[in-house]
C-alpha cells in the first residue's frame, strides 16, 4: 500500500527555523514527483512546490519561492519542506501530495500543522 | 498567479445532481486535459475524485463525473448523498506559473 507518512505538529517562534517530512512508503521514491500544499484555516488549498526526487528538480510557486525549500534524501525516501525563517504567527495545514502522471495526485500525507506564535 | 474560479457555494437536496463550474484560461483548463478535482472534508485529507477531466480513480463512485468545454471545467455529482457534503477543489495545469499547477479556489457544497 502507497503511503506518505508525515512527521508531526510543530509549534514555533517568528524567526525560528523548521523542517518538516514526507516519508514514502510502498513504492519507489524516486519514480513520482512529490508536492507540498498548504491549507489555512478557513482558506483553499495552495500548491507550494514540487520536486522530482530522481534529480531533485524542483519547482515553486510565485507566492512560495524564497520563502521555504524542498529537498530530499533518496537513501530514506524521504521529502522535505523547510524554513529558515518562520514568518509572522499563524496557523498552516501542510500535505505532501504525489503525482503519478498528468493530474493524478493520487497519495496524500495525513498533514502536518505548524503553529507559528510568540 | 490567480486561482481557477469556482463557485463558492453550491447545494441540492439528495438524490438531486449538482455541478460545479471551474473557470480558467487557455493557459490552463482550456490548453490541456490536466484538471482534477478532490474533495475535502474538515478535518479531513484532501482526497482525488477524478483527473485528466473525466477520469475516476479506482474506488471513487461513478456517482462522480468530470467534463470539460473550453476554458470551464465541471465536476457532476449525481444520486447527491448526505456524505457528499464537503469542499471541493479543482486542479489544473498551467503553463502561467513556473510551478505548473493551480488550484481553484474551492466550492463548498451543502446537502440540505
Known amino acids: 500500500e502507497v503511503q506518505l507518512v508525515q512527521s508531526g505538529t510543530e509549534v514555533r517562534k517568528p524567526g525560528e527555523s523548521l523542517k518538516i517530512s514526507c516519508k514514502g512508503i510502498g513504492y519507489s521514491f524516486t519514480s513520482y514527483w512529490i508536492a507540498w500544499v498548504r491549507q489555512m484555516p478557513g482558506k483553499g488549498l495552495e500548491w507550494m512546490g514540487i520536486?522530482?526526487?530522481?534529480?531533485?528538480?524542483?519547482r515553486y510557486s510565485p507566492s512560495f519561492q524564497g520563502q521555504v525549500t524542498i529537498s530530499a534524501d533518496k537513501s530514506i525516501s524521504t521529502a522535505y519542506l523547510q524554513w529558515t525563517s518562520l514568518k509572522a504567527p499563524g496557523t498552516a495545514m501542510y500535505y505532501c501530495?504525489?503525482?503519478?502522471?498528468?493530474?493524478?495526485?493520487?497519495?496524500w500525507g495525513q498533514g502536518t500543522l505548524v503553529t507559528v506564535s510568540s | 498567479q490567480s486561482a481557477l474560479t469556482q463557485p463558492a457555494s453550491v447545494s441540492g437536496s439528495p438524490g438531486q445532481s449538482i455541478t460545479i463550474s471551474c473557470t480558467g484560461t487557455?493557459?490552463?483548463?482550456?490548453?490541456?486535459?490536466?484538471v482534477s478535482w478532490f474533495q475535502k472534508h474538515p478535518g479531513k485529507v484532501p482526497k482525488l475524485m477524478i483527473y485528466?477531466?473525466?477520469n475516476r480513480p479506482s474506488g471513487v463512485s461513478n456517482r462522480f463525473s468530470g467534463s470539460k468545454s473550453g476554458n470551464t471545467a465541471s465536476l457532476t455529482i449525481s444520486g447527491l448523498q448526505a456524505e457528499d457534503e464537503a469542499d471541493y477543489y479543482c486542479?489544473?495545469?498551467?503553463?502561467?506559473?513556473?510551478?505548473?499547477?493551480?488550484f481553484g479556489g474551492g466550492t463548498k457544497l451543502t446537502v440540505l
Open positions: 520536486m522530482n526526487p530522481r534529480d531533485s528538480d524542483t
Open positions: 486542479n489544473s495545469y498551467t503553463t502561467a506559473s513556473t510551478l505548473g499547477w493551480v
Open positions: 501530495v504525489r503525482q503519478v502522471s498528468g493530474s493524478l495526485f493520487d497519495s
Open positions: 487557455s493557459n490552463d483548463v482550456g490548453g490541456y486535459n490536466y
Open positions: 485528466d477531466v473525466s
